[in-house]
C-alpha cells in the first residue's frame, strides 16, 4: 500500500518531463477553446523565481487517444529528464483527468477527476469535487501487473479572480486551490487557470514563460 500511496500521489506532484532541444520556429497556432487542446498547442514553464535562461518544463498536446477503452487526448509534460502522459477529456462538462503514465507505471482513476467545470461555473466561490478509486499498474515487458487500488477525494475551490502579470503576459485568472485526501493524508495545491490560455501557475509553482498559440 505504501508503494501505491506514493505512486497515487504523482497526480498531486507536478506534471513530470524530459530534457529536449529549443523547439523550431513555426507560427502561433489559433482557434483555442475555453481549455486548450488543439493538437500542437504547448505551453513552456519554469519553477517561479528561476532565470528565464534556465531549462524548461513543457505541456504539449499530442492528439487523440484511447486510455481504457475511453477517448481522450494526450498531454505530453516533459522537461529536466522527466516524461509523462497525462488523458484528459475536453468538453461541454469541463476537463476530467482519466489517468497517467510513464514509462514505468500507469495510474487509472474510476470516476475520471473532474479537474475543471463547464465554462459558465467557473467563478469566485465555486466548488465541486468527488471520490474516485486509482489503480496503480506496474509496466513490465510482460504487460501490467496492478500493484494496488485506494480511495482517493478531491475537492476543488474558485478563491478570486484577479490579473497577473508573468514572463508570458498579462493575464486574467482564476485562483483555484485544490485538496486532495487519501489514506497518507491530506494535501493542498493552488493554481492559475486562465481561460482560452490554461494554467499560468501550476500546483508545483511553476509559472508560463511562453506559448505557441494566441
Same mark, same amino acid.
Not at 126 to 138: A, C, D, I, N, Y
Given at each position: ?19 529536449? $532541444? =529549443?523547439?523550431?520556429?513555426? /507560427? ?13 498547442? *504547448?505551453?513552456?514553464?519554469? /519553477?517561479?523565481?528561476? =532565470? ?25 509534460? !516533459? ?12 468538453? =461541454? !462538462? ?5 489517468? !497517467? $503514465?510513464?514509462?514505468? @507505471? ?11 467545470? /463547464?465554462?459558465?461555473?467557473? @467563478? ?30 478531491? @475537492?476543488? *475551490? ?15 485568472? !482564476? ?5 486532495? $485526501? ?33
Amino acid at each position: 500500500m505504501k508503494r501505491y500511496l506514493m505512486v497515487l500521489s504523482l497526480v498531486l506532484a507536478a506534471c513530470a518531463p524530459q530534457v529536449t $532541444q =529549443a523547439p523550431e520556429a513555426r /507560427p502561433l497556432l489559433e482557434g483555442v477553446g475555453f481549455y486548450p487542446a488543439t493538437t500542437g498547442v *504547448e505551453w513552456t514553464y519554469l /519553477p517561479e523565481g528561476e =532565470a528565464l535562461t534556465a531549462l524548461p518544463y513543457r505541456v504539449r498536446v499530442e492528439g487523440p487517444a484511447l486510455y481504457e477503452g475511453q477517448e481522450a487526448l494526450r498531454f505530453r509534460s !516533459f522537461g529536466r529528464g522527466e516524461d509523462r502522459i497525462y488523458y484528459r477529456q475536453v468538453g =461541454a !462538462f469541463g476537463v476530467r483527468l482519466l489517468g !497517467f $503514465q510513464d514509462p514505468s @507505471a500507469r495510474v487509472v482513476f474510476l470516476p475520471p477527476i473532474l479537474e475543471y467545470p /463547464p465554462e459558465a461555473l467557473l @467563478a469566485p466561490g465555486h466548488r465541486w469535487g468527488g471520490t474516485v478509486e486509482g489503480r496503480v499498474e506496474l509496466l513490465t515487458p510482460g504487460g501490467r501487473e496492478t500493484l494496488a487500488r485506494g480511495m482517493l477525494s478531491y @475537492a476543488m *475551490e474558485v478563491l478570486e479572480e484577479r490579473e497577473v502579470r508573468l514572463p508570458a503576459g498579462t493575464f486574467r485568472v !482564476f485562483r483555484i486551490r485544490q485538496t486532495y $485526501q487519501d489514506q497518507a493524508g491530506q494535501t493542498a495545491y493552488e493554481v492559475w487557470f486562465s481561460p482560452r490560455v490554461g494554467e499560468v501557475r501550476t500546483r508545483e509553482g511553476r509559472i508560463l514563460v511562453e506559448r505557441n498559440f494566441r
